[in-house]
């Protein structure tokens, strides 16, 4: 049963609702507990939190042992942004892959067996799927996280895996609205600006987010971003006309509206946390996401607390509070009567260990996703690999592992491996990275891994020359393919999860899985 401290006032308890926060350990401390007692609804789960199934598992039992409607949160895209497998890849291709494969039955599967792991843990709410359109090949945040270039595509996967998810007892939280496809610019770090006129959005950026509305999507996650031919002064996540107007009105979506995290640079730094927060839930969102950088229960007290000021100073509805706080209770309901009725599923025969059990239709998928250019015998020795490493966004994160060298050594016993990045101050020059390369490789067959070579000037040209001293160099593209094929043998993955890696792999060494 619910518990609450009987002696927290209304308000106070709507103002705990709608907030999302995180927390550090693998447990959850006693100010959670208590705050979870006091009214909070929402907990927000990052890799930091996750350890292995079973303590996962005890976490949440424990959250519910407090409030058995808890909403357990995660940003567990599969593919490069996974929280479950953190520290040893995804079991799971993600949104591009899927997009490249283009079987809207592949991607519903996936989605389903992701949110039948996510139950088992007691996770009941993702943050997932990216509806972006990628839309500007430089962006820098969204990439592989899409499901492609062309609105349509998006539409049709982004629904497939809205309804996957659900089907298992998870709510899907469909982002970033109304679309961070088309940016050059990372909203963990500065405030995007989209340029395009109505009909373009219209046309580009909504028809994920109505397909994902027409499919059920339980949740809309709101991007910081500022897109004026929608509102000119304030960011999507700010913006009544957005969230309210086109959101709401417009688009018909009567689910949670969550913003994404509060304390990202294109908020924080120009409005606060405190400040951003009573502006999202006054322009329409009824959830503040917060606790990927901030969390600390500091941190709630001060949202709480700027929240219930902001209703007493009139400067936000109480009215509009409690309709926030009852979307976030109605879905937490929704959650918990799913569970009831039996919405997750027990572990299949093809379980194996590690947070995520089985990855049979995973690695499926990231077969299939492959895309083959040229010829090359199968591998007989082991080769030397050359990771070209681009510096994570924060989204994905520099803990999970990615690349080849690890599945190629398991088939290939002997495979070495080294790292290398551009110039500067955290790398080097071409000439010198290329010496190194080829001194380290001797006389292998060097395997060059790469991605999204497309925007990293300083990886385009260690390639050429690396190519031009050994041109039997196989290229293993990561990210998103735009740079085309080069090299005698080039595999495309369309992503840098864990089975993508051992699907390429597999390739290269003449096994066929």
């Not at 106070?12 to 909070?40: H, K, M, N, S």
């Not at 939280?173 to 610019?185: E, I, L």
């Amino acid at each position: 049963m619910t518990t609450l401290v009987t002696g927290t006032d209304t308000l106070t308890r709507d103002a705990l609702a709608v907030l999302q926060p995180g927390f550090l350990g693998t447990t959850a401390p006693d100010w959670l507990l208590r705050r979870i007692g006091e009214g909070l609804t929402s907990v927000g789960l990052f890799g930091r939190n996750i350890s292995s199934p079973d303590q996962l598992a005890a976490l949440t039992a424990q959250l519910r042992g407090v409030r058995d409607d808890v909403l357990v949160a995660i940003d567990e895209e599969g593919g490069d942004v996974t929280r479950l497998e953190v520290r040893h890849g995804s079991s799971f291709p993600g949104n591009h892959a899927l997009g490249a494969v283009d079987d809207t039955g592949l991607t519903r599967a996936v989605a389903q067996e992701l949110g039948r792991r996510l139950a088992e843990c007691g996770v009941n709410l993702n943050w997932a799927p990216s509806a972006d359109v990628n839309s500007n090949r430089d962006n820098p945040v969204i990439g592989v996280r899409s499901f492609g270039a062309d609105p349509a595509l998006v539409a049709r996967h982004t629904a497939a895996y809205v309804e996957g998810l659900q089907s298992a007892g998870v709510a899907a939280c469909t982002k970033h609205f109304p679309g961070h496809g088309d940016t050059a610019v990372d909203s963990h770090h500065a405030l995007p600006r989209i340029d395009v006129d109505l009909d373009t959005v219209h046309a580009r950026e909504l028809l994920p987010f109505r397909a994902a509305i027409a499919a059920g999507s339980k949740c809309v996650m709101s991007a910081h971003i500022l897109l004026p031919a929608l509102d000119p002064n304030r960011p999507a996540t700010l913006s009544p006309q957005i969230l309210t107007g086109l959101l709401r009105e417009e688009l018909g979506f009567e689910g949670l509206i969550v913003t994404d995290g509060m304390e990202m640079q294109a908020i924080a730094s120009t409005y606060g946390i405190e400040r951003g927060s009573v502006l999202a839930i006054a322009a329409g969102a009824d959830a503040i996401c917060v606790g990927g950088g901030l969390a600390d229960e500091g941190t709630v007290l001060r949202l709480r607390d700027a929240l219930v000021a902001a209703v007493r100073n009139g400067d936000l509805p109480e009215e509009r509070l409690a309709d926030a706080a009852a979307r976030v209770r109605g879905l937490a309901d929704w959650t918990r009567r799913v569970r009831g009725a039996g919405g997750s599923s027990e572990p299949g025969a093809d379980s194996q260990e590690g947070t995520a059990p089985g990855t049979a239709i995973g690695l499926v998928a990231a077969r299939r996703a492959l895309e083959v250019t040229g010829t090359l015998k199968p591998l007989d020795a082991a080769p030397y690999v050359a990771a070209f490493t681009p510096v994570a966004n924060i989204a994905v994160g520099d803990e999970t592992p990615w690349g080849v060298a690890a599945e190629l050594e398991r088939l290939l016993p002997g495979t070495e491996t080294g790292s290398y990045s551009g110039a500067g101050a955290a790398g080097t020059g071409t000439d010198e990275l290329l010496a190194r390369v080829l001194t380290e490789a001797g006389d292998r067959t060097v395997v060059a891994v790469v991605r999204d070579l497309h925007r990293h000037v300083w990886m385009s040209d260690a390639l050429d020359a690396l190519l031009a001293a050994r041109p039997g160099t196989v290229v293993v593209e990561m990210g998103v393919n735009e740079a085309g094929p080069r090299g005698t043998l080039h595999i495309a993955t369309h992503g840098a999860a864990r089975v993508c890696g051992q699907a390429a792999a597999e390739v290269l060494a003449g096994h066929n899985g």
